[in-house]
């Protein structure tokens, strides 16, 4: 059973940066593709960004240019990388991972990701 925990979130002021980091054990990252989703108060959980099990990387346009989405299966941890933060980015983040047919392509649909961290509270506000 693969586990996920996540780190790195926090309080940040507007156009400030953060760094969110998720660990596996269980089983490798190498076999899965990753992605981030959040969920403000309110909102529906959404699709923020993910990497394919051979390194494409997508991002939803909200984020496109601001947030980097990394995986490093040596470490078996993969990373979001967040600049330029607005108010709006305010949300628990989570990581996840799921198995998808294409090894260059990763989906963004909560459904085709099956182990969940627990989620870390990502706050934007002056």
């Known amino acids: 059973q693969l586990q996920l925990v996540e780190s790195g979130g926090g309080l940040v002021q507007p156009g400030g940066s953060l760094r969110l980091s998720c660990a596996a054990s269980g089983s490798s990252l190498d076999y899965y593709n990753i992605a981030w989703f959040r969920q403000a108060p309110g909102k529906e959980r959404e699709w923020v960004s993910c990497a394919s099990r051979g390194g494409a990387t997508s991002s939803a346009d909200f984020v496109k240019g601001r947030f980097t989405t990394s995986r490093d299966n040596a470490k078996n941890t993969m990373s979001l990388q967040m600049n330029s933060l607005r108010l709006d980015d305010t949300a628990v983040y989570y990581c996840?991972?799921?198995?998808?047919?294409?090894?260059?392509?990763?989906?963004?649909?909560?459904?085709?990701?099956?182990?969940w961290g627990q989620g870390t509270q990502v706050t934007v506000s002056s």
């Open positions: 996840a991972v799921g198995v998808y047919a294409s090894r260059w392509s990763c989906p963004s649909t909560r459904g085709d990701y099956i182990f």
